[in-house]
Nanobody, 127 residues
Framework: QVQLVESGGGLVQAGGSLRLSCAAS????????MGWFRQAPGQDREFVAA????????LYADSVKGRFAISRDNAKNSVYLQMNGLKPEDTAVYSC????????????????????WGQGTQVTVSS
């Protein structure tokens, strides 16, 4: 079982930045593709970004391309989401996810391809 714990959410003004972190348990972290999903109030959960096991391949939703950057540090069992130029429509609960299929590349973007989910961290962007 893999435990994922997100942190770094908060309240920011439009145009500001936040860096989300996800700390993972287990020794197999470096084998897993990792990603972020978000769910805005009254909306379905949507894909945000994903990164391959090695960090060599990334995927982004069109809505965040050029503003968000996903990265990972396998030595620290952590994945990050740097969010710049935040907009009110970015307001959501952001969840870290892990794909247990070893060495998958490219990382998936479909919700049903991920096996482990964190509890989420709230990001609120004011206008």
């Amino acid at each position: 079982q893999v435990q994922l714990v997100e942190s770094g959410g908060g309240l920011v003004q439009a145009g500001g930045s936040l860096r989300l972190s996800c700390a993972a348990s287990g020794r197999a972290f470096s084998r897993y593709a990792m990603g972020w999903f978000r769910q805005a109030p009254g909306q379905d959960r949507e894909f945000v970004a994903a990164i391959s096991w090695s960090g060599g391949s990334t995927l982004y939703a069109d809505s965040v391309k050029g503003r968000f950057a996903i990265s990972r540090d396998n030595a620290k069992n952590s994945v990050y989401l740097q969010m710049n130029g935040l907009k009110p429509e970015d307001t959501a609960v952001y969840s870290c996810v892990a794909d247990r299929t070893a060495f998958r590349d490219p990382p998936p973007s479909s919700m049903d391809e991920y096996d482990y989910w964190g509890q989420g961290t709230q990001v609120t962007v004011s206008s």
